[in-house]
């Protein structure tokens, strides 16, 4: 058996879209059929995570906001020549928070310790808060490979739990307060994914209850990005906003559609990408989405009323054609030759309408990345964030000139964001470590998923329990464990737990 697993030195989106698709080529059926995925599942309660790990997971949060303090305080002393001061105040102390290696990777080029200390400085001086605004957490994609489901689970709560270190952090050192605004921003994306709007929601609405768990209102929002920006702009402004997307779209399509070739992804793209830089972007795009997007053509085979939620995204048959979609995207379509397939649910499915559904798939795919850069590109010429909030300190998971870049994971899988992954606890030399790894990934390594145990379905637990009821009624993983060797007191442990 072939196994390829990622390079975890990600120098890109595009390097990693165009590894998961390698990791997918040479590992073509090795995700878990569901027989298999039922058999190897492990269940524990939701009182257990409720009552359980996350008491320990609050308190490992308390730590690290203290010892990240201090570290603050430490390294405004030792850089104080570089801010040009006699003595350290708090906006220099500030300025080293938003340094700190352990959620930062901020690079000088793109804004230095001064710039970031003299922002703080009049925002304080405004009696202002100090409000950090990332754009994260849109959706978790339909993708089979990347996923068993599209709720929130572990890693979303490991990454607001780092939103609320960061945040509490300054606070304690503001006079003024700090809140960290996550702006969920699905819908603006919508525009180019298709994701079904009521998943987009739910997502939200799942985040929100992660949020109350965890009791860090106080500093951490979240906010419906198109709900945000529309609501801060003016009518008109906000209409102009919708035509220069329209517009921008339209520039895209006339510019560079004649150049795509449906049947020669990489040579076409290629070509596309040494133009110019919106070219460039546009590559970029493609390979970064096209594992992401809503595929109607698929998902549609199926009669989804007669069907669960798993039954419908994640069968066999889905995950047999989606990996063979993706396995082939190197390939000349025209000149590639499908097998007729014999699938699980479907039935019979002939070649010729293999290559039909895989054809209207690629055309999505591009349709979908001339959007993305086109609502990206929108936001960025109209400085839509900064008009609404013109004090807003922008954290980006990219970074880019005048921003800060927030590690928003791990140091090990700083370009992997929690919506396009699955949780997972790996268990190592007596020590936990969290990681965020691609569905495929993790199956790959025979790693087990740990599903919520068996909830009544009534209005009280749908209220207590919130996503844990969802995920228990969906049979989505909360995370993957690497062993189940005394499992639950292993989870219980978390002055074991590495987070970072």
């Not at 503001?174 to 929601?201: H, V, W």
């Not at 921008?248 to 004649?258: G, P, V």
Request: charged share 25%; net charge positive; hydrophobic share 40%.
């Amino acid at each position: 058996m072939v196994v390829f697993m990622l390079n975890e030195d990600k120098k890109s989106q595009i390097s990693s879209g165009h590894r998961l698709i390698r990791l997918v080529q040479f590992n073509e059926k090795k995700l878990y059929t569901n027989k298999e995925f039922n058999a190897k599942a492990i269940y524990i309660s939701a009182d257990f995570w409720l009552h359980s790990f996350l008491p320990n997971l609050k308190i490992n949060i308390s730590n690290n906001i203290s010892n990240r303090i201090s570290a603050a305080i430490s390294r405004a002393r030792k850089n104080i020549k570089l801010y040009d001061v006699d003595v350290i105040g708090i906006p220099e102390l500030i300025s080293e928070a938003l340094f700190d290696t352990h959620w930062y990777k901020v690079k000088v080029q793109h804004i230095s310790r001064l710039e970031l200390r003299d922002k703080v400085l009049s925002i304080i001086n405004k009696n202002q808060k100090i409000q950090l605004y990332l754009p994260i957490l849109s959706r978790k994609p339909f993708s089979p490979i990347k996923n068993k489901g599209t709720l929130p689970d572990l890693s979303e709560l490991h990454t607001l739990a780092r939103c609320a270190e960061a945040a509490y952090t300054i606070n304690a050192l503001s006079p003024t307060g700090c809140e960290f605004i996550i702006l969920a921003d699905g819908f603006k994306y919508n525009r180019a994914c298709g994701t079904p709007n009521s998943e987009i929601e739910l997502y939200q609405l799942c985040l929100k209850y992660w949020m109350n768990i965890l009791a860090i209102h106080d500093v951490v929002k979240l906010e419906n990005y198109e709900n945000w920006v529309n609501s801060g702009l003016s009518e008109e402004a906000a209409l102009s906003r919708e035509i220069h997307f329209r517009n921008k779209y339209n520039d895209l399509k006339k510019e560079y559609d004649l150049n795509f070739n449906i049947n020669k992804l990489d040579e076409s793209l290629d070509g596309i990408a040494k133009s110019n830089e919106i070219g460039d972007q546009l590559r970029f795009t493609f390979w970064s989405i096209v594992s992401s997007v809503y595929y109607q053509e698929l998902f549609n085979l199926f009669d989804a009323d007669s069907l669960s939620f798993i039954e419908h995204y994640y069968n066999d048959d889905i995950q047999e054609l989606y990996s063979l979609y993706l396995t082939s995207l190197n390939l000349c379509i025209h000149e590639h030759f499908y097998p007729d397939l014999s699938l699980n649910k479907i039935g019979y499915l002939p070649s010729k309408e293999v290559y039909e559904i895989f054809i209207k798939m690629r055309k999505r795919a591009w349709e979908s990345a001339m959007k993305y850069v086109a609502i990206s590109l929108t936001d960025r010429e109209l400085n839509s964030l900064e008009v609404v909030k013109e004090s807003a300190l922008k954290l980006t998971i990219h970074g880019k000139k005048g921003e800060i870049h927030f590690v928003s994971t791990t140091k090990q899988d700083v370009n992997i964001t929690a919506q396009h992954c699955c949780g997972g606890l790996d268990f190592e030399r007596g020590n936990t470590k969290l990681s965020f790894k691609y569905r495929l990934e993790r199956e790959l390594k025979n790693e087990i998923p740990i599903l919520i145990e068996n909830l009544e379905d009534t209005p009280y637990n749908r209220a207590k329990y919130g996503n844990f009821f969802l995920l228990y009624i969906r049979k989505q993983p909360i995370c993957y464990v690497s062993n189940v060797t005394n499992l639950k007191k292993k989870l219980m442990s978390m002055s074991s737990l590495h987070r970072e």
